[in-house]
Antibody
Framework: QITLKESGPTLVKPTQTLTLTCTFSGFSLSTSGVGVGWIRQPPGKALEWLALIYWDDDKRYSPSLKSRLTITKDTSKNQVVLTMTNMDPVDTATYYC????????????WGQGTMVTVSS | DIQMTQSPSPLSASVGDRVTITCRASQSISSWLAWYQQKPGKAPKLLIYKASSLESGVPSRFSGSGSGTEFTLTISSLQPDDFATYYCQQYNSYPFTFGPGTKVDIK
């Protein structure tokens, strides 16, 4: 059974760097094809795709946020970390991580999400 | 980026209705399209992948069709549990963009 869970701060100040951790079980990021992605959703708004990392360390980013995002994996800990620099109130959202069974595939399993508020 | 649009939004319907949601891509995405259902305060749930393949465990009243730039999600007989927001997502090219969502509410 695949599960994912996001963790990180609930409140960050403008200009700070956000670090979110996705801890997963039921699969390994060393298995060929597997990926973990990050998606966010501002309150009352649509989903926004942010980044994705694959088993072979291939990394993909949203072009509009690429300069601010870094995605990394720690296979031994079953974790994927997303950092977002220079946080702004418009970045207030629920952040989800999700499992991708293979490259160019849908997200079949999602974490519960973690709400991050950006405010001074 | 490939832009995704959805219609209608919102959609008001009654239990038992046949419901169809349309998703359009700004360029051809072949059949690389997924549909998700999201309820308030919950994570999205995958319903359909590769435009028409039903995810395991999803009721057969959900179906998907289309290819290229136009796709549909159909609920054959709307059930009380189906009132939610539905998102399409293309995964033909990065970034894997989502549509704006279609909220299905009670008429």
């Amino acid at each position: 059974q695949i599960t994912l869970k996001e963790s990180g701060p609930t409140l960050v100040k403008p200009t700070q760097t956000l670090t979110l951790t996705c801890t997963f079980s039921g699969f390994s990021l060393s298995t060929s094809g597997v990926g973990v992605g990050w998606i966010r959703q501002p309150p009352g708004k649509a989903l926004e795709w942010l980044a994705l990392i694959y088993w072979d360390d291939d990394k993909r980013y949203s072009p509009s946020l690429k300069s601010r995002l870094t995605i990394t994996k720690d296979t031994s800990k079953n974790q994927v970390v997303l950092t977002m620099t220079n946080m702004d109130p418009v970045d207030t959202a629920t952040y989800y991580c999700a499992h991708s069974p293979k490259p160019y595939d849908a997200f079949d399993i999602w974490g519960q999400g973690t709400m991050v508020t950006v405010s001074s | 980026d490939i832009q995704m649009t959805q219609s209608p939004s919102p959609l008001s319907a009654s239990v038992g209705d046949r419901v169809t949601i349309t998703c359009r891509a700004s360029q051809s995405i072949s059949s690389w399209l997924a549909w998700y259902q999201q309820k308030p305060g919950k994570a999205p749930k995958l319903l359909i992948y590769k435009a028409s393949s039903l995810e395991s465990g999803v009721p057969s009243r959900f179906s998907g069709s289309g290819s290229g730039t136009e796709f549909t999600l159909t609920i054959s007989s709307l059930q009380p549990d189906d009132f939610a927001t539905y998102y399409c997502q293309q995964y033909n090219s990065y970034p894997f963009t989502f549509g704006p969502g279609t909220k299905v509410d009670i008429k």
